[in-house]
Nanobody, 115 residues
Framework: VQLVESGGGLVQPGGSLRLSCAAS????????MIWYRQAPGKERELVAF????????NYADSMKGRFTISRDNAKKMVYLQMNSLKPEDTAVYYC?????????WGQGTQVTVSS
């Protein structure tokens, strides 16, 4: 089982990034996918959720209107489009695959928002 995040980096405030998460080794289309993030000295927090079929999404309040989660079950990919980035969005972003019985984590990708 692997979840591999990519797309992180350094971006200026107001900029955009698109994170990707490539899944392998499990039945991707059966799993809900969630993006979490963890800033230094803070607890990991949920960023965005997408259901297994992609028909339902949900976001943390501070991300609504700025972030968009999507998935491509044929490619076994999940994405997080992040717009209007703020310094407080700086964190390591993690991809999580989840069912009632199982959960898998990626290794994370660093996003730094700074001028």
């Amino acid at each position: 089982v692997q979840l591999v995040e990519s797309g992180g980096g350094l971006v200026q405030p107001g900029g955009s990034l698109r994170l990707s998460c490539a899944a392998s080794g499990f039945t991707f289309s059966s799993f809900a996918m969630i993006w979490y993030r963890q800033a230094p000295g803070k607890e990991r927090e949920l960023v965005a959720f997408i259901s297994s079929a992609g028909s339902s999404t949900n976001y943390a309040d501070s991300m609504k209107g700025r972030f968009t989660i999507s998935r491509d079950n044929a490619k076994k990919m999940v994405y997080l489009q992040m717009n209007s980035l703020k310094p407080e969005d700086t964190a390591v972003y993690y991809c999580n695959a989840r069912t009632m019985q199982r959960t898998f984590w990626g290794q994370g990708t660093q996003v730094t928002v700074s001028s």
